[in-house]
């Protein structure tokens, strides 16, 4: 009788200790994938506003992408936190053709929704 409590407190005592490192597990993953995708995010506010330079081109096409890239780059910045929270809630994984697809198709919706 005694060797069975023994053995269930056992059994208690490593099921109290690992589960909450297990769960500390998926919270430090989620803490680096978060960073991730706002590192990726950050870069891709940098590209735009790169483009976004090319505005005095003699290019009529060039002029019209440098603009939507500054709308691109303000909605993006202006969004940043609910980009992150909507791309963790969707499992996007924190790769940059991924992410620049799902920055891409947001804005273009809210465009959209302008409309």
Request: glycine letters at 2%; a positive charge.
């Amino acid at each position: 009788m005694k060797a069975r409590i023994a053995m269930a407190l056992c059994v208690f005592f490593l099921i109290a200790t690992l589960f909450p490192i297990k769960v500390l597990g998926n919270n430090t993953s989620t803490v680096a994938r978060k960073a991730k995708l706002e590192a990726l995010l950050e870069e891709y506010i940098a590209c735009c506003e790169a483009k976004s330079k090319l505005r005095g081109s003699q290019s009529a096409k060039i002029r019209h992408s440098a603009m939507r890239s500054r709308m691109k780059a303000a909605y993006y910045r202006k969004s940043k936190a609910q980009l992150v929270e909507v791309m963790l809630e969707n499992n996007i994984e924190p790769k940059a053709y991924k992410v620049r697809y799902f920055l891409n198709d947001r804005f273009h919706r809210s465009l959209q929704a302008m409309e």
